[in-house]
């Protein structure tokens, strides 16, 4: 029979040492959690939340596994001593603020090198999260159009009237997109409806000698999935094989839902006017197979609208005005490589694809290397420049279109696998410019990257 008394008591200091040590412990858990939180809500790389998170919690001794899905990740905490875990489920949707990921990123370095306390990075992360946005939301509308306006000339193949059109949808679009962010029930479809009056609106300005296709797609390009496709691209090439084929089986039905909604108003308004014009137009079908190199209007206008493009993106994504320079010479170096290449050089495909992508991932990581600050936001924004998201929407628009005589008619499943393949060809180049620049990895700080 045993007995109290043949247990040593527990002394009031080592009660509060116990008390002390957990606490650390439960503080250290607590960062982790908000940390990837805040990954996910200011737009890190999908394919570099989970290595970010081992890698701090390596640093801070905590032993976890996580596991990142779209918009979810699930985090699991082990205690080795008393053989219990504990997961913490967290939902949040993939945002853009690359000021306040850029704090974080600073955060990172701090505590990797033993810099700051768990305490201070705690109070550091409320601080960042509590900050007010760096750009009303107000100003949307006209962001929406000047990236429209751009976009209409320089990859759509718009005239000034086409590009001034889609920037007026576009402006509708953005108050369209706060309106339906009030109303619950109406976010499932407001994409859908906001296309069909685009595509309506679009198809009724072919009567006054405007084309389509310039008009529709770039009233909504910022919404187009092109960077989400070359994302999963890339988690698959890192072998995050369900969020991969998650984000890819997303994007590819996005882009037919945005199709649905545009062929949806060019009917109705076809119906109403049988006798509207189709883009048989030598300007429309030029436009209908614009490029780099197929633009409508002179290409001396590229040095307003590809510097002018970049700045737009830069408030899109919440860039604060010192990084802009930045930002700007990356895509300008991006976009000179893909021309030069496809213009001048007349260069495969898969060369076109391949090269940009690497020139840009390359400079990115040369400035994170030297100026040892985050490079993302100019890599993510020359990105946009590249990503052919405009190809899965006409792929939906010759599946749609199928039945009548229309750009896209005969097209549908060739752009939906070039889609894939321009991605593809993303991904490799980052990757490769990943491998030159970082062949071990970081050592004590976590890179963050495409």
């Avoid at 994302?231 to 890819?248: D, H, P, Y």
């Avoid at 994007?251 to 109705?268: H, K, P, V, W």
Wanted: some cysteine.
């Amino acid at each position: 029979m045993t007995t109290s008394s043949q247990f040593e008591r527990i002394s009031v200091e080592d009660r509060v040492r116990i008390a002390f040590e957990i606490a650390n412990i439960l503080q250290r858990q607590q960062f982790l959690y908000k940390l990837a939180k805040s990954l996910m809500l200011y737009g890190c790389p999908a394919h570099r939340i989970e290595y970010i998170l081992r890698h701090v919690s390596g640093t801070l001794k905590v032993i976890a596994e996580f596991i990142y899905l779209p918009n979810v990740m699930l985090m699991t905490f082990f205690d080795p001593e008393t053989h219990t875990t504990e997961t913490h489920f967290i939902r949040q949707t993939m945002g853009f603020d690359m000021h306040k990921l850029g704090e974080i990123y600073r955060l990172e370095k701090l505590v990797g090198h033993g810099e700051v306390t768990v305490d201070e990075a705690l109070d550091f992360i409320d601080k960042v999260a509590d900050d007010p946005k760096l750009y009303p939301t107000w100003m949307n509308p006209f962001i929406y159009s000047v990236i429209s306006l751009c976009g209409s000339v320089m990859f759509f193949g718009g005239r000034w009237k086409e590009a001034g059109l889609s920037a007026g949808l576009a402006m509708f679009f953005a108050v369209y997109e706060l309106f339906s962010e009030r109303f619950w029930g109406f976010q499932p479809i407001w994409e859908i409806t906001v296309c069909i009056i685009i595509g309506f609106v679009s198809r009724a300005s072919t009567k006054f000698d405007f084309c389509f296709i310039p008009t529709a797609f770039s009233s909504f390009i910022v919404i187009l999935p092109g960077y989400y496709i070359a994302i999963a691209i890339i988690e698959l090439v890192s072998r995050q094989i369900i969020s991969g084929i998650v984000r890819t089986g997303y994007a590819i039905i996005y882009s037919f839902l945005l199709g649905y909604g545009i062929s949806t108003g060019s009917s109705i308004y076809r119906a109403i006017d049988p006798s509207v014009p189709m883009d048989t137009a030598p300007q429309c079908q030029m436009a209908a197979n614009a490029n780099s190199c197929i633009v409508s209007v002179s290409q001396y206008y590229h040095f307003l609208t590809v510097p002018l493009f970049a700045v737009a993106y830069c408030l899109l994504v919440r860039a604060r005005p010192p990084r802009w320079p930045t930002i700007i010479f990356v895509s300008i170096c991006g976009f000179v490589v893909n021309w030069l290449l496809s213009c001048v050089a007349n260069s495969p495909s898969q060369v076109i694809q391949v090269v940009p992508a690497f020139a840009v991932g390359l400079i990115g990581n040369i400035l994170t290397k030297v100026t040892c600050k985050m490079s993302f936001d100019a890599t993510l924004v020359a990105i946009f420049y590249l990503v052919p998201g405009s190809l899965g929407l006409k792929a939906a628009i010759g599946i749609f279109f199928s039945h009548e005589e229309g750009a896209y008619s005969s097209q549908g499943g060739s752009f939906a696998l070039s889609m894939i393949e321009i991605c593809i060809g993303i991904a490799l180049g980052l990757c490769v410019a990943n491998l030159i620049i970082y062949p071990k990895g970081a050592q004590r700080t976590p890179i963050m990257n495409m």
